[in-house]
């Protein structure tokens, strides 16, 4: 390991927050160096990572996702947290950069010393999380953020894609009826471990509430995906803060039923094994990208596929054949 990335080792377990920013950066870039770099800046910090609670947050755009998470991390700093959002936003084709920067619209939170936002573009990953927002979530927890928060791009394939990298995934929905309601498939439900109906305020207040009840009756109805936990539907209001109080409590009662069961430490386990797997897949499909006879293999594979000489099932496994031969 490189004296610099010593350096930076050492900044980020003392809690320097730029240090955290730089390392984030370096697991990001895709250059070769920078990713040997990472990679044993990784290892140089993990034994120190994996203390915090993870906690995914999604929901469909305007559903006030940010103003939440702001006024939430508030409430968990005043409960002695520290607090990391890791904001996955949109990327722009042009720059390749985030379009929102969740860092200007959690402006509160982020002057707090207790805190550390950092957005990052999704890029071409789908699911609604940045590539390397598993290692991000490591180098937190390493600086000693103890409550780590990922915002998704919204809903869709983010749901899985989210429980696969935190302990606690939360749905977050604004009120609605009707088809509205009949619009929250029934798969995303099944993922979650807490639902918060958020804007339950003003004139919404009596439609959050019956949408909190139409959801926590379909919750019932569900068998629940961990022992000894039944997920709930809470409301909230992120503008007049109300309901965070509530909801604290069922994160904590989530990691204590969660940790008493044993599945705290066996799902993190699980997930680790998924990060290896997802490492594999990434890391051949570059290796695939980057081998000039395979760009000549697939072009000619394109060509009988489009011509109906081939099935793709066929080309794409000659291809891959002919990879592994010369590879060995």
Not at 21 to 50: C, F, M, P, W, Y
Not at 146 to 165: H, N, Y
Not at 295 to 305: G, I, M, P, S, T
Request: proline share 3%; aromatic share 4%; hydrophobic share 45%.
């Amino acid at each position: 390991m490189t004296s610099d990335v010593a350096g930076l080792a050492a900044r980020l377990l003392a809690g320097d927050r730029r240090a955290l920013a730089r390392a984030i950066t370096l697991v990001e870039s895709e250059r070769l160096d920078h990713q040997t770099a990472a990679e044993n800046l990784i290892e140089a910090v993990l034994a120190k990572s994996g203390s915090s609670i993870r906690l995914g947050i999604s929901g469909p755009p305007g559903v006030g996702k940010s103003t939440f998470i702001e006024v939430f991390g508030l409430q968990a700093i005043e409960h002695g947290r520290r607090v990391a959002v890791l904001a996955v936003d949109p990327t722009s084709k042009i720059s390749g950069g985030s379009i929102l920067g969740d860092k200007t619209r959690m402006s509160e939170l982020a002057k707090r010393r207790e805190a550390f936002i950092r957005p990052s573009p999704a890029g071409t990953t789908l699911g609604g999380v940045a590539r390397r927002t598993r290692e991000a979530i490591l180098l937190c927890e390493a600086a000693g953020f103890d409550l780590v928060i990922v915002e998704t791009v919204g809903v869709g394939q983010s749901e899985t894609a989210v429980a696969e990298m935190t302990d606690m995934f939360v749905l977050l929905l604004a009120p609605a009826g009707g088809d509205d309601l009949q619009g929250v498939k029934r798969g995303v439900m099944e993922l979650a471990d807490l639902i918060i109906v958020n804007k339950g305020d003003g004139d919404l207040l009596a439609q959050a509430k019956r949408t909190q009840a139409d959801y926590a009756n379909a919750l019932r109805l569900m068998a629940p995906a961990h022992k000894g936990w039944s997920p709930e539907a809470l409301v909230a209001s992120s503008i007049r803060a109300e309901g965070l109080e509530a909801i604290w409590r069922r994160v904590i009662s989530f990691r204590d039923c969660m940790t008493k069961s044993g599945e705290w430490q066996s799902q993190r386990r699980r997930q680790a094994k998924d990060w290896l797997h997802n490492e594999l897949s990434e890391n051949l499909l570059a290796a695939l990208r980057s081998d000039s006879e395979v760009a000549q293999d697939l072009a000619r594979a394109e060509k009988k596929v489009s011509s109906g000489k081939a099935s793709p099932v066929s080309a794409a496994r000659s291809v891959l054949t002919r990879f592994l031969g010369r590879a060995r």
